[in-house]
Nanobody, 117 residues
Framework: QVQLVESGGGLVQAGGSLRLSCAAS????????MGWYRQAPGKERELVTF????????NYADSVKGRFTISRDNTKNTLYLQMNSLKPEDTAVYYC??????????WGQGTQVTVSS
């Protein structure tokens, strides 16, 4: 059974930092690029960043470039997102999943990030 378990969210003031983690099933983590997605209230879920299977290919949305850093530990089947200089507009539920998305692959519960001004 495929599992994606996100953690590390919380409430932080603008300018602060958080580090998110995503524990994934080896069956999907070991063979796929992985991404972080987020969904803000009233908005559609969007891709924030993704990283290739070997970690050499990385891409960021313009809105987070220079502030967020994605990484992965293939020995632990874990994906990370270091978020610095957080802004109120970063407030959202953050999810990890494969990239590109696979039809029918379930989402985890996500982790809430709230940035106060």
């Amino acid at each position: 059974q495929v599992q994606l378990v996100e953690s590390g969210g919380g409430l932080v003031q603008a300018g602060g930092s958080l580090r998110l983690s995503c524990a994934a099933s080896r069956s999907i983590f070991s063979i796929n690029a992985m991404g972080w997605y987020r969904q803000a209230p009233g908005k559609e879920r969007e891709l924030v960043t993704f990283i290739s299977r070997d970690g050499r290919g990385i891409n960021y949305a313009d809105s987070v470039k220079g502030r967020f850093t994605i990484s992965r530990d293939n020995t632990k089947n874990t994906l990370y997102l270091q978020m610095n200089s957080l802004k109120p507009e970063d407030t959202a539920v953050y999810y990890c999943n494969v990239f590109p998305l696979i039809r029918g692959l379930a989402w985890g519960q996500g982790t809430q990030v709230t940035v106060s001004s």
